[in-house]
């Protein structure tokens, strides 16, 4: 489940360092590269919720094989793509096949650890792979760049899906199923709310916040979000279930995982652009800038882990957005010439603060939910995440697009990351405080 879990996230990241090899192949700007990122990013959010239901429904076991397959078939496309289109759509694919597996892999463990502080310690583990896929993405992709090619990134994917098929085929137990219908209306909706927002952010970096192709996907947003609320309020089974809105708790951590990603995501993007596009840093040596992130990502959750009984979730959860905005400020001081020890504490704090985040976030939300809904909880709480990696790669980006001014833009962009994970500290401290569950909340 983990490794699983693992490759998904990787991809995320992954691309990051390979976005300049893949313009000059397809001669592609700014703009586009973003859509490489969030093309894939998009799809798995706003499916999440229906996979997650799917996996509570068929069978987590059944739905996470098929999406591994469905990743796998994404990244071939990906790999062998003659074109920027072919490797959009391959981008989309491998997004479908990531909302499939992920919430299905959580499913999976959190039904197969009944006593609560064994669930705790194999939660806290499955969210260290997030953690960890985050930070070594540019750095794995640096490598894999500078030695074979952007091609190999995706290519990468396969013998890790082979691995995981071997091993989920000697995992005898399927999950239990409920019995649990799938709002297609709510679906499409938030495809269209999602997708438009994205857009519209998007080209606002090339046309302005003022022209029509800014304005009118923008609009197009809001529209789809408000007949979305409508229609929730409606059916019978909505995408997101009355037991987990209930739950201030639930849903104030949920709010927290979106601040995160907005702003480590965006950042990792715009980083990336920094050491290759001003610096003149290659893929390799670029991955190799990030290892203080990385590796303090990597070594710091198992850590955590330990901690969250001792100290709380909430406490955690508090002090790392405190500690990513710290280091973002840090980062946000960085010029063409600014000499790269001077922004080894910001990357090493930024890795901390995500560290301390990250499990402690995750073990939250998944105490506050139902077990029997742990399918479409885990789905909630990831495509939270997940809006917020689009939403940040998609502001943050648009923000660097005007590469004339391009250390003005990004201190701009690096302090709106910052107020991400300051109103994520905020919402951690007092958004989260655990309340009397109701009726069928734990």
């Not at 799809?43 to 591994?68: E, P, Q």
């Not at 994404?74 to 597996?101: E, F, T, Y």
């Not at 301390?356 to 399918?375: D, F, I, K, N, Q």
Request: glycine share 14%; aromatic share 6%.
């Amino acid at each position: 489940m983990c490794l699983g879990f693992f490759a998904v996230i990787l991809d995320t990241t992954i691309v990051n360092v390979a976005l300049p090899a893949v313009g000059a192949s397809f001669h592609a700007g700014v703009t586009n590269l973003q859509w490489v990122v969030n093309g894939y990013n998009i799809v798995f959010a706003a499916l999440l919720l229906t996979c997650g239901a799917l996996a509570d429904r068929r069978g987590a076991k059944r739905v996470f094989r098929t999406g591994v397959g469905v990743f796998l078939a994404g990244s071939l496309v990906c790999g062998l793509a003659p074109d920027l289109s072919v490797l959009l759509g391959g981008r989309v694919v491998q997004g479908l096949g990531a909302a499939l597996l992920m919430p299905a892999s959580l499913a999976l463990i959190t039904q197969a650890h009944p006593e609560p502080a064994e669930r705790t310690r194999a939660v806290a583990s499955w969210a260290v792979c997030a953690g960890a896929a985050t930070a070594t993405g540019p750095v794995l992709g640096g490598l894999l760049v500078g030695m074979t090619g952007w091609r190999s990134i995706f290519l990468v994917n396969l013998p890790v899906g082979a691995i995981v098929l071997i091993l989920l085929a000697r995992y005898p137990a399927e999950s239990y199923t409920t019995w649990r219908g799938v709002d297609m209306q709510g679906q499409v909706l938030g495809v269209i709310a999602l997708a438009a927002m994205a857009f519209g952010v998007t080209e606002a970096g090339s046309h302005g916040w003022e022209g029509r192709a800014t304005l009118l996907p923008l609009a197009a947003a809001l529209l789809a979000i408000a007949a979305f609320v409508a229609t929730e309020r409606k059916v019978l089974t909505p995408l997101l279930p009355p037991s987990l809105l209930a739950h201030r708790g639930f849903m104030a951590t949920t709010g927290v995982g979106l601040l995160l990603n907005f702003g480590v995501y965006g950042q990792v993007f715009v980083l990336s652009l920094y050491f290759q596009q001003t610096r003149h840093f290659g893929a390799l040596t670029t991955g190799l800038m990030l290892l203080p992130f990385a590796g303090v990502t990597l070594l710091g959750p198992p850590v955590t882990g330990r901690l969250i009984g001792r100290l709380g979730a909430r406490s955690l959860m508090t002090g790392g957005q405190l500690l990513a905005a710290a280091g973002t400020t840090v980062l946000a001081c960085a010029g063409p010439h600014t000499p790269y020890p001077e922004l080894v504490p910001g990357l090493f704090l930024l890795g901390l603060g995500m560290a301390a985040t990250m499990p402690s976030m995750t073990v939250a939300a998944m105490r506050a939910a139902p077990r029997e809904l742990a399918g479409i909880a885990s789905g909630v709480l990831t495509a939270a995440r997940q809006v917020g990696a689009v939403l940040g790669v998609a502001l943050l980006g648009s923000l660097i697009a005007d590469t004339r001014h391009a250390g003005r833009r990004m201190e701009e962009a690096l302090t709106i990351a910052v107020g991400a994970f300051l109103l994520g500290a905020v919402l951690s401290a007092y958004g989260a405080r655990p309340v009397p569950a109701g009726p069928g909340v734990r």
